[in-house]
DNA sequence: GTCTATATTCGGATAGAC
DNA sequence: GTCTATCCGAATATAGAC
């Protein structure tokens, strides 16, 4: 195969995956039909199928793409040698970021009932990304950053402000983009955590 | 209408909510038929269009009902003569208490993406309970018991975290019945917006 | 690999008896 | 108010030409 039928391969799947990702998150997984799909992303609904194989499928590489970018992003923020406050603090800033950016992309990794078309899926909470951060926490504890408290109490009240921050965002209950408020964010995070 | 015949009219609507709750919950809202439900509530279809008239209609009177009662909780601590620490305190205190009795409840108000089948319901963060949970803050920070810092960051600072974990146990990530966490959690949240 | 046209299934909703 | 039987539109998936 040549360079340029590669690309144009990698295009469609490009454009199905973006037009996927934009009316999922705006109608819904349920709502979108594959006719929808071949439209927006001008792509025919063969072709789709020739390379996802269902609409199920379409859904699973499209979790699967995001996840695996935020969990390389977290994991390059985990092997920075700097403190566990300041890996966490990078992640916050990723996050924010992030959504601010790529909104549909975050609607998609934080709200998207993925069970409900992913059964085979784990819930977000024991998705990858989140996995990592609880990991960074775990650390900053056993460093003595953190109090020593339960790890799941620690990291859930270290991260739960920024992700109840981003859900507002993009329920369009915020006006003010995210990352303006990292360091209110961060303040309130790592006082409540932070080891005397 | 008699008393009599009022309770069974009350019995087949509320049959019919419950099995829509459990469903919904455990397969979602598009995974579930109405025959599913008829099924499930010993209820027949006719019935149930009698009631509610569509699925959507099933849907939006649990959703209302639910979403009442959350409110009536909140204003029912947030009339209480005390601290806005305590009230906010309070809030968690029942945030984790009802997600650990009614977890399919808790996970329809917190996960179900309701726009996604109740357009015209407003998004989460704008329903009334979490508005009444954010004025709570509000007036902690009139009353200087918590820092001058944006509204919106204080109030998903005090509540984020308990929400996270809320998230992980319905999600079945986590062991430890959720009013146990209470204290650890509580700490955490109000030593980081506390005014000093 | 891409496309159009088509088949088949499925589920929301209704009709009308009791 | 409750029920059963039925309709019908819609959407996933496929067949098969190019």
Redesign the pocket.
């Known amino acids: ?1 040549t360079a340029l ?1 590669h690309d ?2 990698q ?2 799947r490009d454009r199905t995956l973006e037009a996927a990702l934009e009316l999922f998150m705006a109608r819904g997984y ?1 709502n ?4 929808d799909l071949s439209e927006r992303a ?6 789709i ?3 996802f ?4 499928g379409v859904a699973r590489a499209l979790y699967q793409g995001l996840m695996g970018e935020l969990e390389a992003a977290v994991d390059d923020i985990a092997a920075r040698p700097v403190s566990s406050a300041e890996q966490c603090r990078a992640v916050m800033a990723h996050l924010l970021a992030f959504a601010e950016q790529r909104p549909r992309a975050m609607q998609f990794i934080l709200e998207a009932r993925h069970q409900e078309f992913l059964p085979e899926e784990p819930p977000m909470c024991s998705s990858q990304p989140f996995v990592r951060m609880r990991e960074l926490v775990r650390r900053g504890i056993e460093r003595g950053e953190i109090r020593d408290i339960d790890v799941n109490v620690a990291a859930t009240s270290v991260f739960g402000g920024a992700l109840r921050l981003i859900a507002m965002r993009l329920d369009g209950a915020l006006d003010t983009p995210l990352p303006e408020h990292l360091d209110a964010l961060w303040t309130c995070a790592w006082r409540g955590v932070a080891a005397p």
Chains 1, 2 share one sequence.
């Open positions: 195969m039928a144009r391969i295009d469609t349920f979108t039909t594959i006719q001008g792509v025919s609904v063969g072709s199928y020739h390379h194989g269902s609409k199920t």
